[in-house]
């Protein structure tokens, strides 16, 4: 079974840093695609970048230039780098894991994969930026 488990959130001060991971297990195949999400109460949850298994991450603009997403492949996780961050940020973050590519192509059209496309995901860990 695929396991992922989110870490490192907590309450941090607007401008501060946190480091959240995503340890994954159980899943044995070269090719991914991996993603940080968030979402706080009533709202739909917001992709925060995405990352292939070859390739360079992507952003969501309300947090580029402030997060990178480094990995460590040989400890099977997922980082989110989080800097100079804002109350807005304030939100339960998860990180999500499928084995197809990050991007859905047919009929000569190409779209990110979508939230309920990604067939694993963590339990979350909660962010809280306070002003």
């Known amino acids: 079974q695929v396991h992922l488990v989110e870490s490192g959130g907590g309450s941090v001060q607007s401008g501060g840093s946190l480091i959240l991971s995503c340890v994954v297990s159980?899943?044995?195949?070269?090719?991914?695609?991996m993603a940080w999400f968030r979402q706080t109460p009533g709202k739909e949850r917001e992709r925060v970048t995405y990352i292939a298994s070859v390739g360079t991450p992507t952003y969501a603009k309300s947090v580029k230039g402030r997060v990178t997403i480094p990995r460590d492949d040989d400890k099977n996780t997922l980082y989110l780098q989080m800097n100079s961050l804002k109350p807005e940020d304030t939100a339960m973050y998860y990180c999500?894991?499928?084995?197809?590519?990050?991007?859905?192509?047919?009929?000569?059209?190409?779209?990110?994969?979508?939230?309920?496309?990604?067939?694993?995901w963590g339990q979350g860990t909660q962010v809280t930026v306070s002003s």
């Open positions: 159980g899943y044995t195949y070269s090719s991914y695609c």
């Open positions: 999500a894991l499928d084995g197809g590519d990050c991007w859905i192509r047919f009929g000569g059209h190409e779209r990110r994969r979508e939230s309920h496309e990604y067939n694993w």
